[in-house]
């Protein structure tokens, strides 16, 4: 257990729908980042997240947007669904940025239909 | 922008047989990492290299990192059943700055499946 939590574990849903998955940091983690795994492209980042402020910006859609709250959760909003979006999306934390490693979540695997 | 690619994508053993995979960054790096994706899992960290040229083991796993930072490699010794998964190399660019700072950006990762 890496201390980082996710939910949900698995959703459902169709194209052009919204989803909001959440993200919850290892206790005193300030960084929070984001990542989309699918079979044909592997882990590729998203977004970075420290203590509220975004830090760092990968191949992010202009569909799915983030934010970290002040209890230092995360969230990654999701929408106009489309079917490649089906993918696992991980979330992870660090106490030290790109330094340091990072722990990664169990992941919500997201299957747009 | 910042590449890493893994090599190769998979590999087959048969247990007790060697494994190696390689890392390679299309950019110098400020540190490279190593993590394993159980089948069903998540990454896990392995570990850090920071230093040009630095070696470090754990047990049956040495991971080196290349003179000019820009690439590495993980040697599994006598395989086994435990050891299959996807091994992925991560690395943030070295003196990343402003909207990149935090970017870790990983390799494709190489499949490693081991036969009993």
């Known amino acids: 257990d890496s201390g980082v939590t996710q939910t949900p574990k698995h959703l459902i849903t169709a194209t052009g729908q919204r989803v909001t998955l959440r993200c919850s940091p290892r206790s005193g983690d300030l960084s929070v980042y984001w990542y989309q795994q699918s079979l044909d492209q592997g882990l590729q980042f998203l977004i970075q997240y420290y203590n509220g402020e975004e830090r760092a910006k990968g191949n992010i859609l202009e569909r799915f947007s983030a934010q970290q709250f002040p209890d230092l959760h995360s969230e990654l909003n999701l929408s106009s669904l489309e079917l490649g979006d089906s993918a696992l999306y991980f979330c992870a934390s660090s106490s030290r940025g790109p330094r340091g490693e990072q722990f990664f979540g169990p992941g919500t695997r997201l299957t747009v239909l | 922008g910042q590449q890493v690619m893994q090599i190769p994508q998979y590999q087959h053993v048969q247990e007790g047989e060697d494994f190696t995979t390689y890392c390679n960054s299309s950019?110098?790096?400020?540190?490279i990492q190593w993590y394993k994706q159980r089948p069903g899992g998540h990454p896990v960290f392995l570990i850090q290299l920071v230093k040009s040229g630095e070696v470090k083991k754990q047990k049956r796993l040495t991971f080196q990192f290349g003179e000019a930072k820009k690439n590495s490699s993980l040697h599994i010794t006598a395989t086994q059943t435990t050891d299959v998964g996807t091994y992925f190399c991560?690395?943030?660019?070295?003196?990343?700055?402003?909207?990149?700072?935090?970017?870790?950006?990983f390799g494709q990762g190489t499949i490693l499946t081991v036969h009993p």
């Open positions: 950019t110098t790096l400020s540190n």
């Open positions: 991560a690395g943030p660019p070295l003196g990343a700055g402003g909207t990149s700072y935090g970017k870790l950006t």
